[in-house]
């Protein structure tokens, strides 16, 4: 079984923040597989879906980003799952938009959700980071990740979660490089050429 972890702050305030995108993501992997409805387990949201051959947990924390490692470390002890069969889908400030990076492991950048998890459960899980840019400017950071997407950026943020959704069961079945493939050539098809660049800055 995997846990696949989505970040992001509840509340319909939150809902379109870039911080969000993990969510945003989560949700599209929730309706392409039609996994059961969503409800109230360890302190978020969970269902279960069917991805390929393997069985997964869909987790959206909700004890807002800075304590997400609460919500995912009573998941992965529920359902006594290897930290590295948890996949954390978050946004990425230092990877531009609509590109993609699967990463083990490493350091947490900052991101207060990753730091948590790695707190409460360990630092060697998958991270699937989702870009969304840089402000420019590190004063400008915290305003801009709880800022909503811009109407320019939503075509571009709905083919990336679709993306993600369509080639997630590789993910669930240990093929990070091929899933990252996959989206990307997606988001390529999708006219969206700059993504035909895996990575950016570490």
């Known amino acids: 079984m995997r846990l696949i972890v989505g970040l ?5 305030a939150y809902a379109r923040n870039r911080h ?22 360890f ?5 279960e879906v ?12 909700q004890t807002f980003m800075n304590e997400s490692g609460r919500a995912v470390a009573e998941a992965q002890r529920f359902y006594k799952i290897a930290l590295n069969d948890v996949i954390v889908l978050h946004d990425e400030l230092d990877l531009a938009p609509a590109r993609i990076r699967v990463k083990c492991g490493g350091g947490n950048a900052g991101h207060n959700g990753l730091r948590s998890i790695t707190a409460h459960c360990g630092n060697d899980y998958r991270r699937v980071r989702l870009g969304i840019g840089h402000p420019g400017d590190k004063a400008l950071v915290h305003a801009y990740v709880l800022n909503d997407f ?20 590789l993910l669930a079945s240990g093929e990070n490089e091929s899933f990252q493939n996959g989206v990307h050539l997606a ?8 993504a035909a660049r895996p990575g950016g800055r570490n």
């Open 187 to 194: 988001m390529v098809g999708r006219g969206w050429a700059d």
């Open 150 to 169: 811009a109407k320019s950026e939503e075509p571009w943020v709905e083919d990336l979660c679709r993306a993600v959704a369509d080639a997630v069961a």
């Open 8 to 12: 992001g702050n509840p509340g319909r």
């Open 50 to 61: 069917s991805l390929g051959p393997e069985r997964a947990i869909l987790l959206k924390p």
């Open 43 to 47: 302190q978020g949201e969970a269902a």
């Open 20 to 41: 969000n995108i993990g969510f945003l993501a989560l949700d599209e992997i929730a309706r392409i597989h039609r996994a059961s409805p969503f409800r109230r387990r």
